[in-house]
């Protein structure tokens, strides 16, 4: 068993689109063993997304995700992170495979309606920026 860390962004909360991942999610074979939703600040937002600030998108993906509430998540199952990658879809969701999270629902790159880790080591890091031990129950 392994963990990743999961958010539901702001384009997919605004959609009331947060049931219909998880259904998503669970579908898998994931356990969702910790969710709570969230208003993200400036400050929260740029530091878990700091390896990407010098990408010219930065300062856009640190507005969008402090717009509107996230739904952050630990999420518990066999190989979680690389499962999770695999059901999350591409990036860019043009470029995301039918039934993925991001084909079914992503507007565009940066309106992806989900993040997930892309490494265990990631997962620990960003698990632990939003959720203490007791908060994870599974
Ligand atoms: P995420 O998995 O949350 O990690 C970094 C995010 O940056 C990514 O999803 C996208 O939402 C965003 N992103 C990546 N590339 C671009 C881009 N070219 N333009 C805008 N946002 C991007």
């Known amino acids: 068993m392994s963990r990743t860390f999961s958010i539901i962004k702001p384009d997919a909360t605004r959609r009331n689109l947060t049931g219909q991942i998880n259904a998503v999610i669970e579908g898998a074979g994931l356990r969702i063993v910790a969710q709570r939703r ?14 990407h600030k010098e990408r010219p998108f930065f300062g856009e993906l640190v507005a969008q995700m ?25 990036t860019n969701p043009e470029n995301a495979a039918e039934g993925t999270i991001r084909k079914l629902f992503a507007l565009n790159v940066g309106e992806n309606s989900v993040h997930g880790s892309d490494s265990d080591e990631n997962a620990a890091i960003e698990i632990a920026q939003f959720f203490s031990d007791d908060q994870i129950v599974g």
């Open 66 to 90: 402090t717009s509107e509430p996230v739904v952050v998540q630990v999420l518990e199952g066999e190989n979680a992170v690389p499962k999770y990658r695999e059901i999350m879809g591409a």
């Open 38 to 51: 969230i208003r993200m600040t400036r400050e929260q937002a740029e530091q878990f997304y700091g390896v």
